[in-house]
């Protein structure tokens, strides 16, 4: 959850971020109240106990992670 207040705005990184979570099958949202944090807590919750016994998310048979970055160093 990327807190705000109710005027504040969310960077281009971060909305980036949220998305790149979203489309992960995770969940990432904007929130300005502690209603809003318990509203979304609930609605996880309820999906999650949905899904008790399935995938939360499916790795695609071309599904490949990250190679780990060295930063200039060589991989150990």
């Known amino acids: 959850m990327e807190c705000k207040l109710p005027d504040g705005h969310l960077t281009e990184l971060q909305k980036r971020a949220l998305r790149k979570i979203n489309d992960a099958g995770g969940y990432a949202y904007r929130v300005e109240s502690?209603?809003?944090a318990r509203e979304i807590i609930e609605m996880v919750d309820e999906e999650a106990s949905s899904n008790r016994g399935k995938p939360i998310y499916n790795i695609t048979?071309?599904?490949r992670p990250r190679k780990k970055e060295t930063h200039g160093?060589?991989?150990v």
């Open 34 to 36: 502690v209603e809003d």
């Open 61 to 63: 048979p071309d599904y």
């Open 73 to 75: 160093k060589k991989a």
